[in-house]
């Protein structure tokens, strides 16, 4: 995963910026709720821990990404759970978590169990969240270099 490797001046940074108290309050809340409701069903939360081969102790964020950056696990959850939305959960949603839970392991150093787990992990729907929150970094990044040049003489 690329995002771990963001330098922590250039996480805190975007943090600051671009994360809000208020987002990140509402991602946690929702994968909070989320996680609940699939634990509703011993039979399915139980098939999504072992289809993404979860350590027992696990962070709810960290297992939120891990279960709604699977294709296959987003899709059965919206359908076991008859979700009114799309088949996906917004990718901005899972990279500025994503990108939350590198900031606290690597800035704030709060360790959040199953980090070391996620780092490692590798699927398809992961990769792809880990590209839109690098992408996201570096698009901050490349701006807070910008400098208003003035050729007015």
Known sequence: MNTAQIAP?????YKN???SDDRINFLITQANEQLSEIAQNKGLYDSFLEQVDAPQEIDPVILWILFMSNE??????IDECN?????????SDLADLLLYAVYLNRV???PLEGYDYLVEYEEDGLADVDQFALTN???????????????SF
């Open 9 to 13: 001046l250039a996480l805190e940074g």
């Open 17 to 19: 910026s671009k994360l």
């Open 72 to 77: 296959d696990i987003c899709s059965e959850y």
């Open 83 to 91: 979700k009114p939305f799309n088949d996906t959960t917004p990718v």
């Open 108 to 110: 704030q150093n709060t």
């Open 137 to 151: 970094a570096f698009l901050y990044i490349q701006k807070s270099k910008e400098v208003a040049i003035d050729f």
